[in-house]
Structure formats: C-alpha cells, structure tokens
Nanobody
Framework: QLQLAESGGGLVQPGGSLRLSCAAS????????IGWFRQAPGKERERVSC????????NYADSVKGRFTISRDNAKNTVYLQMNSLKPEDTAVYYC??????????????WGQGTQVTVSA
C-alpha cells in the first residue's frame, strides 16, 4: 500500500516558520488528494489543508488561511506544508493523509505517522 512519511516538525518560536514534508513511497501520489491534519492535546483532529489530485484546487482551515501554504511536487513524490507566522495554538501533531480521489472531502485511506510541531517562546 501507499506509505507516507512526514518530516520537518520541531520547536519554533511564535512568528516563526516551518516547512513540513510528506514523502510517499511504494506508490506514486499521482491521482491522490492529499490532506494535512493536526491534533492538539485534548482536541479533535482537524484538517488544516488539502490539495487535489491534480494540484488545481487547495483548501485551508480558517485558522490557518493566509499563513499556511500547501503544495505538491509530483517529480519528488512529495507534498509540502509551508507554515508561516506560527502561533502557540498551532502546536499539534501534524499528519498527512492521502486518498485516490479528486477532492478534499470524505475519508482518507492512507496516513503518515505524524510529526510534532511545537510553537513556544
């Protein structure tokens, strides 16, 4: 099955930036819609962004709109989440997920292991 691996998390000060990567192996991300999700302690998992299978459509949660940017590089079989102007409330475990579909809605079949993002002074 499709394997996903997130990287790029870490500790950053408020206002700082991080770039998360989601690298696929075994199979191509082609034809897959990719979502970035996060789950903070004591909170429900939420979708923060997604990108359609052809990269023509993107979606962002209101809480991150204008600060986060999702992109994909099919040649590298990788999806990125550029996170700028980070806030303490962005602290969470971030997951990427994929599904062979056209749009962001609905379930995702494949998930990465997650990467911790901590925003603190």
């Amino acid at each position: 099955q499709l394997q996903l691996a997130e990287s790029g998390g870490g500790l950053v000060q408020p206002g700082g930036s991080l770039r998360l990567s989601c690298a696929a192996s075994e199979f191509s991300l082609d034809y897959n819609t990719i979502g970035w999700f996060r789950q903070a302690p004591g909170k429900e998992r939420e979708r923060v962004s997604c990108i359609s299978s052809y990269g023509t459509n993107t979606n962002y949660a209101d809480s991150v709109k204008g600060r986060f940017t999702i992109s994909r590089d099919n040649a590298k079989n990788t999806v990125y989440l550029q996170m700028n102007s980070l806030k303490p409330e962005d602290t969470a475990v971030y997951y990427c997920a994929a599904d062979r579909k056209y749009y962001c809605s609905g379930p995702y079949a494949y998930w990465g292991q997650g990467t911790q993002v901590t925003v603190s002074a």
